[in-house]
Structure formats: C-alpha cells, structure tokens
C-alpha cells in the first residue's frame, strides 16, 4: 500500500511507524510537512521515507490512501490545496477532530471518497483505538482507511458520523482522564506518607493490572468493583466518599460535555 500523509507530526509518525512495522515499505510512504525542522526530524527518524515541503503532484501521485493529519484549524488549507490532485486517489482518511467529511468534501471540491476517524494518543505505543465513518461513496475502499489505522490499535466502525463526537469524548479525550486520576492516586499516595517513586510505580501498576483484569473477566465494571468492595471494609469506605461527592455523575457529566464541544467544534471549523 502507497500512502501519503498531509501533515507530520506525532499522530501521523505514530501511524507511519505501525505501517512500517507492518511490513510496509518507506518507499511506499511520503509525507508533505513545511515545517523544515519537523521534516528534518522525521528524515532523521524514517530514514528512505519520501518528505515534500508543499502538496504537490510529486507527493500525491500514485497513492492508495492520502490521510490527513493537520490540526483542524489548518484542514481548509490543506483539502483546498489538495483538491486539484485527489481525483484519482482511491481514498481520504481525515483525523483532524471535529472537521466533517462534507466540510472536508467540499473544499476537496466535491471529492466524496472520505473516511473520518478519531484516534487517540496511546497510537504512539501502537495501542491506540480508533473510530471510524466512512461516507457512503467511500464504503467500497474503506478497508484501505482500517488498514491504516489498525496499524497502531484498534478500530471501531461508526454508522452515523455524529457518533463521532461520542468517540471523541469517550476515547479521544479517554487518555486525559486517565493520566488525571493516575495523578490523584499518585498525589494520595505520597500525601499517605509513600516515597515518591513507590508511589507511582504503585499507581501505574494498579491501573495496569486492573486493565489487563477487567479484559481477562467476562464481568461488567461494576460487578469487577463490587468483588474488591467488601462490606463495612476500606474499599467500601473510600467508594463512599466518591458517591458522597457525586465523583460518578459529575464524570459521566465532564463526558457528556466533551461530546458537545466537539459537536460545536464541528460548527465552526467547518465554517467558510
């Protein structure tokens, strides 16, 4: 598979790096990036790999797949810039959140080959989790875009594109949320009088088994919590506090309004 990528920065080097691991060739994949200095540091990095400064025919020629990964604010310039060279492309991935495909379609000048996808950061680690919609012109080709992505993580097909915002909210923003309460434990560990070191490791530890537990066990969550919470016990005591304080409602909450900023998002970045 021959790719090219509109934009290099860490989400496209995450996904280059898992095609690569994958069995694809650099000669196979280009990147256009103006930044001299990031396209130093991916030639520096991928070694073979194929880097333009500026779309171009050169750069888009021939490609099964052009993924767009510049930040949402700069995706009109890029589709607009790409759109005299896209008509013989078999497909556009886009990962720029909150952008839609018809915004993307239409400054691609009609081009209706669009897959949109919401990654998240763990890509980085190939244990990302992607999901994806395709329009319905790009359903036939949209294996291509899961190939992609499948590279770094997991995929999940989404039947409406507003699910997407969804997505965002729960897996996109998911790492942030995690790296928050392993930032409480952590702090409550060395405030319990813990080393700083042991309380980390302590921390990491936990919410790493507690994974790999939670995906060994065919029990939902809250049968998971219920097996640790012994009654009249100290997991019993330390829940309470939480529900006190209303920890569950007011996350399910924080969630829900990340949903509708990326739906607002979606608004005004599609904006002319």
């Not at 019993?236 to 990326?262: C, N, P, S, W």
Request: net charge neutral; hydrophobic share 45%.
């Amino acid at each position: 598979m021959k790719a090219t990528f509109i934009g290099g920065g860490n989400m496209a080097s995450a996904i280059i790096g898992g095609l690569v691991a994958r069995g694809t060739q650099l000669r196979d994949l280009r990147v256009v990036e103006p930044s001299q200095a990031q396209r130093e540091r991916l030639q520096e990095r991928l070694q073979g790999i194929g880097i333009h400064p500026a779309t171009s025919d050169d750069a888009i020629r021939g490609a099964d797949i052009v993924v767009l990964a510049v930040k949402p604010q700069q995706m009109r310039e890029a589709a607009r810039a790409l759109a005299p060279l896209v008509a013989d492309i078999p497909v556009v991935l886009t990962i720029a959140a909150g952008v839609r495909c018809a915004d993307v379609a239409r400054w691609l000048d009609g081009y209706p080959q669009i897959v949109r996808a919401m990654p998240n950061t763990p890509a980085l680690v190939g244990a990302g989790i992607s999901g994806l919609y395709a329009m319905p012109d790009a359903k036939r080709v949209a294996g291509i875009a899961a190939d992609v992505l499948e590279a770094c993580g997991e995929i999940v097909w989404c039947e409406h594109e507003r699910d997407l915002d969804a997505v965002n909210a729960v897996s996109g923003n998911g790492p942030a949320y995690v790296f928050y309460f392993l930032e409480a434990l952590e702090q409550a560990a060395i405030e319990l009088g813990l080393p700083p070191a042991e309380a980390r490791r302590l921390t990491y530890a936990t919410f790493d088994g507690s994974i790999r537990l939670a995906r060994a066990s065919s029990d939902a969550p809250v049968t998971l919590r219920a097996n640790v919470t012994s009654k009249r016990g100290t997991t019993e005591a330390a829940i309470a506090v939480l529900d006190a304080a209303g920890v569950r409602q007011r996350f399910i909450d924080a969630v829900k309004a990340g949903a509708a900023r990326a739906a607002a998002l979606g608004d005004e970045y599609g904006k002319d």
